[in-house]
């Protein structure tokens, strides 16, 4: 039966389900205070991988079904979805491969470096040549044994003590989230910027049903005491020649190169914050390390971007619940930094609960 729904929230988790519903037929419109670039979802680095979010038996579900539709969007370049490769690396110890990443042609990379397995040249039986993630080659085998890449700058290929790779979708935030919007257009929906609720009954009593899409805005709106604000702050550069492969390091100090086609992000934070100020220090850090691992001059910093990642202790919230005014809200919020890796799969979810 068709209905009227309002979604509070326009970052990727709001602008997914609104397609979904909207796409079914429901007469649906968005309310959100920010919109597009301006929201924390348009900050995002927007790699597939399910980070900063919980319960892991809840979360690769749900990011393993929006993976299989990023994977179709990928083939319609107008969508900016694309595959990439991702090297994920640990400077602590032996990194763990998990199942889910295993299913998806996960493989362990042999050399604490940024350099992949890939053959691209022989010399010899023992003697084969891989591809470093700036496309200059190196010798590796037993020519270079477990030494450092020689075209890595000093320290950086003892950064890393193990790794793996594997093929994820990548969204161009600045294109993805403009496409989102105009299948809502194409759909019939409406979108109002500016909104502003103390409390989700304020939501136009006209409106059948809510989905609450608020991600951090959560915490007051539903006075939700586990939310966490998880501040992350990145620097834009000019595109990197040759970087083909996002790099990225979850120890800390957390690193991350995600090359986009027209300019390459830098990371990262994680802080328990709300402070949407642009840090300098910050920014010297990150682009201190990514310059050192990726052994690149420094960049010019196009712009500086700061996101709440909205952490939920307890774990996503995707539940059906009811207002005081007896109006139904399915619940879809404290993605933490994995709103665009779950974004599909929890508003499939959302709206299973509707009936």
Known sequence: MKKRIAVVGAGVSGLTAAVVLAERGHDLSIFAEAIGQSTTSGAAAAIWFPYDAEPADKVIPWALETYKVLVDLSRDPPSGVSMIELRQFSRAGEIQIPDWARSLGARRLHHPSIATTTSVATGSPRDEFVRSATGRIRPTGELAGLRPAPNLAEGAGDSFKSGFVMTVPLMDT??????????????????????????????????????????????????????????????????????????????????????????????????????????????????????????????????????????????????????????????????????????????????????
């Not at 005491?225 to 702050?233: K, W």
């Not at 834009?236 to 040759?242: A, G, L, T």
């Open 174 to 355: 600045t294109i993805y989230l403009d496409y989102l919007r105009e299948r809502l257009t194409k759909a019939g929906a409406a979108i109002h910027a500016g909104a502003r609720f103390k409390a989700l009954e304020d939501v136009d009593p006209t409106f059948d049903l809510v989905i609450n899409c608020a991600g951090f805005g959560a915490k007051t709106l539903v006075h939700d005491a586990d939310l966490e604000p998880h501040r992350g702050q990145v620097a834009i550069i000019p595109k990197i020649d040759n970087l083909t492969s996002a790099v990225v390091c979850d120890d800390a100090p957390l690193m991350y190169a995600i090359p986009r086609p027209h300019d390459c992000i830098l990371g990262g934070t994680n802080e328990l914050s709300q402070d949407l100020v642009v840090d300098a220090a910050s920014t010297t850090r990150i682009v201190a390390e990514c310059t050192r691992v990726l052994q690149i001059d420094n960049p010019r910093v196009l712009a500086e971007r700061v996101g709440i990642r909205p952490f939920r202790k307890s774990g996503v919230c995707v539940e059906r619940d009811c207002l005081r005014d007896g109006r139904t809200v399915i619940h879809n919020y404290g993605h933490g930094g994995a709103g665009f890796t779950l974004s599909w799969g929890c508003a499939r979810e959302a709206v299973s609960l509707i009936s």
